[in-house]
């Protein structure tokens, strides 16, 4: 199972950006997926998750209101739309794949991880 990141950048304050993810799970419908990012010196943190259908979402506190996360299962790909950028939000971003809810996702370890890529926001 890979999960394929892009799609990070430089970006000024309360500039966007759009994170992709491309998956190469054969069920990717039976997977939520989402996002968690690291800062350095901090944990990680969980950031969005979207279910099977992308009807549903959950958002960590933080990026809520700001970031929206959604998926298109015929190209096996999750974005990550993110408005209003903080210097705050800069860290690495790592999507994940699992069969949890996207609540559960936000708590327990996912069992796949993408490489992740590289967010930073300049004041």
């Known amino acids: 199972v890979q999960l394929q990141a892009s799609g990070g950048g430089l970006v000024q304050v309360g500039g966007s950006l759009r994170l992709s993810c491309t998956a190469s799970?054969?069920?990717?419908?039976?997977?939520?997926l989402g996002w968690f990012r690291q800062a350095p010196g901090k944990e990680r943190e969980f950031v969005a998750a979207v279910t099977l259908s992308g009807a549903s979402t959950y958002y960590g506190a933080a990026v809520k209101g700001r970031f929206t996360v959604s998926r298109e299962n015929g190209k096996n790909t999750v974005y990550l739309q993110m408005n209003e950028l903080k210097p705050e939000d800069t860290a690495v971003y790592y999507c994940?794949?699992?069969?949890?809810?996207?609540?559960?996702?936000?708590?327990?370890?996912?069992?796949?991880w993408g490489q992740g890529t590289q967010v930073t926001v300049s004041s």
């Open positions: 799970l054969q069920t990717f419908g039976r997977y939520t």
């Open positions: 994940v794949a699992d069969t949890y809810t996207p609540q559960a996702l936000a708590v327990l370890q996912p069992s796949y």
